[in-house]
């Protein structure tokens, strides 16, 4: 009798192996999962238990036995590492005062060498926004987070923005610098456009990229899911997801918008400003259907929304395309850790340095960093120009975001230059999309406005109306 919901189970499995999340599954409970991955861990089988096991601490986060027995099944499995988090979310859980997480600390100490284990320890503290260490597990050199220079991001008020003789204002407007924007999005219904009833109200089905299992390492794939199911999945997480750690509560999703979905978001109080929205007048010239439109959307990211738990977020990268981007905080709180392409170096290469809590040791460049380091939040939005390295972390348990890639002056020409190649028709390989001929021929005409486009005074002439409109409300 004890097997049956395990058989419905194992179907489940085999469908998300396919990749696809599965819609309207009753979430399993946590104490089934728990007792089914005992019982298989008594039997020999640890390999099967580790899945149950991590579907058990995902059901129910808070339990510290759960999760510690995740970290004994990890231990038997000679992964140090993330056992040896378990351990430490166990005791943090329970306060310091479940023993068995004490005991295992100490056998696991057999396997590694203390620096090994300081450093395991060190580690874990900077995944930890409170950073508060565990007693009894306090070293002297407690030495962990960011030690490289950072700095705080501009703060630019929205209404001091829109000047068209203020040089400084304008400085920002063009792109050149990133900033962050204050007071843009008090005009804006957050209450429907930030609200995850009502929006899966109005977008129930659309398409959605969904992560279990974080995006923060680079080699993650995703299951396509409709926004309804990805986003109950939050809440309610089904699945025993057989090749992945989903364990952590820290799934994210992205939403690749396409045209219908971008306007129903206006239509729902999305109202961007001027320098945002830059790409509505030539994307309306050069692809003539509307599936073209779609396919371009789609296939470079272009316009995406971004929903994510605590924790979850974006391993540092620079932009494939060279361009230019802007994020529209929504709902929570976001981190952001920014740096220019002056650090290119310093960086070593996409997803080697967590500029959160860096591996100074490992990457002894990263040390010599200047970079930015800010949070964003609800209300607030954040520009950053091309070839800037950005990573992100969410810091609330629901987290959304809006963003666009832009295409501006001063990027044009980098970005041109990536079109060309990724529409050589016999290319080999393919870094943002494969070959499309009709797609090719609506971005060569795109790439033709852009040269013809008068950037500056595009900017200056939607200032001047916003002032005037401003002035005709006074
Ligand atoms: C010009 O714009 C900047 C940035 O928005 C602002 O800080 C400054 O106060 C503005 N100067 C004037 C004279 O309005
Ligand atoms: C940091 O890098 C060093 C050197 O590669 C490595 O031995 C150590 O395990 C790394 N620490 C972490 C926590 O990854």
Redesign the pocket.
């Known amino acids: 009798m004890i097997n049956r919901p395990f058989i419905s189970f194992a179907i489940l499995c085999a469908i998300l192996a396919c990749g696809q999340l599965s819609n309207g599954e009753t979430p399993p409970k946590p104490k089934k999962l728990h007792k089914e991955a005992l019982k298989l861990a008594k039997s020999g089988a640890i390999e099967s238990s580790l899945q149950y096991f991590r579907a058990a601490v995902r059901a129910d986060p808070s339990n510290y036995e759960y999760m510690n027995n995740l970290g004994v099944t990890e231990m038997r499995m000679q992964s140090f590492r993330k056992a040896s988090y378990r351990f430490f979310n166990s005791l943090k859980l329970s306060n310091g005062e479940y023993a068995r997480a004490w005991d295992n600390i100490e056998e696991l100490k057999a396997f590694v060498s203390d620096d090994d284990f300081i450093t395991f320890y060190h580690d874990w503290l900077g995944l930890n926004d409170d950073n508060s260490p565990i007693p009894g597990l306090d070293f002297d050199d407690v030495s962990y987070g960011i030690k490289h220079k950072t700095k705080a991001l501009p703060v ?2 929205y209404e ?2 829109f ?1 068209p003789s ?4 304008r400085s ?1 407007a063009t792109g050149y610098k990133p900033y962050m924007l204050i007071n843009g999005m008090n005009h804006w219904d957050l209450d429907v456009l930030g609200n995850k009833e009502l929006l899966t109200e109005h977008f129930k089905s659309s398409r959605v990229d969904y992560y279990p299992h974080n995006m923060r390492e680079e080699d993650v794939r995703p299951y396509f899911s409709e926004l309804g199911s990805a986003i109950d999945n939050f809440e309610n997480p089904t699945g025993l997801f057989d090749r992945i750690d989903a364990s952590e509560r820290t799934a994210y999703i992205q939403w690749n918008m396409k045209d219908a979905e971008w306007d129903k978001m206006k239509e729902l109080g999305m109202d961007l400003p001027p320098m945002f929205r830059s790409d509505d007048d030539w994307i309306e010239k050069c692809f003539r259907e509307i599936d073209r439109v779609d396919e371009f959307f789609i296939k470079t990211h272009w316009r995406m929304v971004l929903i994510g738990q605590e924790g979850a977020g974006m391993f540092n990268h620079k932009d494939t395309l060279h361009s230019a981007s802007f994020q529209a905080q929504l709902a929570g709180r976001k981190r952001w850790h920014l740096c220019s392409d002056a650090y290119d170096e310093q960086m070593y290469k996409a997803g080697d340095v967590n500029t959160f809590s860096p591996n100074y040791s490992k990457f002894p460049k990263a040390l010599d960093l200047e970079c930015y380091d800010v949070t964003v939040e609800t209300g607030q939005m954040l520009y950053y120009p091309q070839n800037y390295w950005h990573q992100t972390r969410n810091l609330d348990p629901f987290t959304m975001s809006v963003s666009g890639t832009l295409v501006t002056d001063s990027n044009k020409d980098e970005i041109s230059h990536e079109f060309r190649k990724e529409c050589q028709p016999n290319k080999r390989g393919s870094r943002i999309f494969t070959y499309e001929e009709r797609l090719c021929e609506g971005l060569l005409q795109c790439m033709n406005h852009w040269q013809v486009k008068s950037w500056e005074e595009d900017v200056t002439a939607e200032f001047e109306i916003i002032m005037k409109k401003r002035a005709e409300e006074l």
């Open positions: 630019i008020d001091t923005f000047d203020n040089e400084t204002a920002y």
